[in-house]
Structure formats: C-alpha cells, structure tokens
C-alpha cells in the first residue's frame, strides 16, 4: 500500500478534515499571541509611526534576530502540535502512516536528503563568494551564532517538518481520497504551498516573480514525495534548506535574518534568486531517483489513487 492510499487507514469522515484543520489554524494563531503581545507592547509606547507595523520587514527589526527566529517559529510548533493531535484523535490515524508507504518511519532517507542539500547550499555560498566577493561578507560573530545555532537546530526542523507534514502529509493525502488521483492534490499543493509565501519580505524586495520559485519548490518537494512513495526525502531536503542557509549566509531582505557566518550584501536579482534552485531541483530529482531506483514516473505522479478492499 502507497503512502497515499495509507490515508484511508484512518477515519476519512469529511468533517474531520473540517476540525482537524480548524485544530491547525488555532494551533498556530495561540502561538502567535506572544508576538502579538510583544508587538503591540512596542506599539503602544508611541516611538514608532503606527502606520509602520502593518510593514512585515520592520516588524522584523523590531527585535534582536534570535529573539524573532523563536517569535517566527512559535505559530508553526502550534501548528504541528495540533495537526499531529488531530490526526491521532480525530482520524485516528498513525503518524508512520502520514509519513510513508514503508512499515516505518525511514530515517537514513531524512539524513541522505539533508546531507546531500547541505553540500549544495554550501558549495553554492563557496562559489559565490569565489566569482563576486564583493557580494559577500564575514558575518560572524561567536556567540550569538552560537545562540542561533542552539535554537535553529531546534526550532528550524519543527517548523519544515509541519509545512512538510501539512502539504506533502496531510493535504496530499486528503485531496488524493478526494480525487482519487495523484495529479491532482500535487497540483493543488504545490500551488498553495506557493501562494502561502506571498506575504514574505523576500515578495516585497523581488516581486510576484518569485513565486515561480516557491510554487516550484511545492511541485519539486510534492514529486519527490509521490516518487518516492513518503515525505522522508522531503523532510530533509526542508530542513537543510532552511538551517543551512540561516546558519551559513543570510540578508537583510529575507525572511531570515540571522546572525550567519556570511551576509549577501548584493542587490536583490530575482535571476539569481530564481534560476539556481530551479536548474537544482531537476539534478536533485536525477540524484533521488538513481540512488532509490525511481521508476514508472506517469504512473507514480497522475495514476490512480484506490481505497484499500479492506477500507470500504
């Protein structure tokens, strides 16, 4: 049985897709109120233009990086929390059933993935500053790096892990029961995925353009996971894609700023933002299925998805 069909193993009443996402967006929204307090405490002390806190990127100098890191991750340990409660008690579903059509959970999958996305990140940052030095700066400094490298190996894979296990998890396999298909909840989720990311600072610096990258992330993370029959390669190319890179370079336009060991102080290019990631995702693609023996790809990405005879 394929991950996706493994979705029927729990109880698929359509109201409890309905609670179950409700759990999720409470989750995340009372885990968000201690940023909430803690902003609107600055906001009432009259330094700053009111006007200016409906700005994403100035709520983000609001406080020091480490402290916005925990801020940012918070809603989406809520979120995970919750999703994971509601699929245990309200599908009745087990979480190695969400993650893979395999008897467990396959943990060396997670570690070869993230291994593999480090080096890209790394050696990418190294040839950078190769070919425009200038582009790049020496940002290190010992210990509030050592600060954020406690919280984003802590923090970080939480918050991959749930975007991972709502979109690739628990989202692929509701709309795959719905539809009876595999094209469908990868197009659905990809194009979402996306579209969640178009409140991000990066959005304001670059433009709607970079949604190309973010949509293309969903649909490069969704065919691995269908391809691969579980979100373990998943898991781990998004998590080293974010701690790797928060650990490793940051910028003042993104999302994460942090206190990294270099600064890309470049101008914005969506080029460059974009083509990298995009020519990388089919090489990654060509790498995950020579090493796991992809095949039948047609089948694995728009066959159909059927009910277990014993789940009828």
Request: neutral net charge; without cysteine; charged residues 10%.
């Amino acid at each position: 049985m394929n991950y996706l069909e493994k979705g029927f193993m729990g109880s698929t009443t359509w109201w409890k897709y309905v609670v179950t996402l409700l759990m999720v967006f409470g989750g995340i929204g009372i885990f968000s109120i201690p940023h909430a307090i803690a902003v609107e405490k600055i906001r009432q002390s009259g330094i700053y233009d009111p006007g200016q806190f409906q700005d994403v990127s100035f709520l983000l100098t609001l406080f020091d990086s480490n402290v916005n890191i925990v801020y940012m991750i918070l809603p989406f340990i809520g979120g995970l929390l919750f999703l994971l409660l509601g699929v245990k008690y309200v599908h009745k579903q087990e979480l190695h059933n969400l993650t893979t059509g395999r008897d467990g959970i396959d943990w060396k999958r997670v570690r070869f993935s993230f291994g593999v996305w480090s080096i890209f990140i790394v050696a990418f940052v190294g040839i950078q500053y190769v070919i425009a030095p200038e582009s790049i700066v020496f940002n290190f400094q010992l210990k509030p790096f050592l600060i954020l490298l406690v919280l984003a190996v802590v923090l970080v894979p939480i918050q991959t892990s749930f975007e991972e296990y709502l979109f690739r998890g628990y989202l692929m396999q509701s709309i795959a029961i719905l539809a009876r298909n595999r094209w469908f909840p990868l197009l659905v989720t990809s194009i979402v995925f996306g579209l969640l990311h178009i409140s991000n600072p990066e959005i304001a610096t670059l433009g709607y353009g970079l949604l190309v990258y973010y949509i293309g992330s969903g649909f490069f993370l969704g065919i691995v996971a269908l391809m691969d029959d579980g979100i373990e390669l998943s898991l781990g190319f998004h998590a080293a894609n974010n701690l790797i890179s928060a650990l490793v370079i940051t910028a003042d336009w993104q999302v994460f700023q942090t206190y990294s060991i270099f600064k890309d102080i470049a101008t914005p290019n969506i080029y460059t933002a974009v083509l990298p990631a995009l020519l990388l995702f089919p090489l990654m693609l060509y790498l995950f299925g020579k090493k796991y023996n992809w095949s039948d790809w047609k089948e694995r990405l728009t066959g159909a998805v059927e009910a277990p005879q014993n789940t009828l």
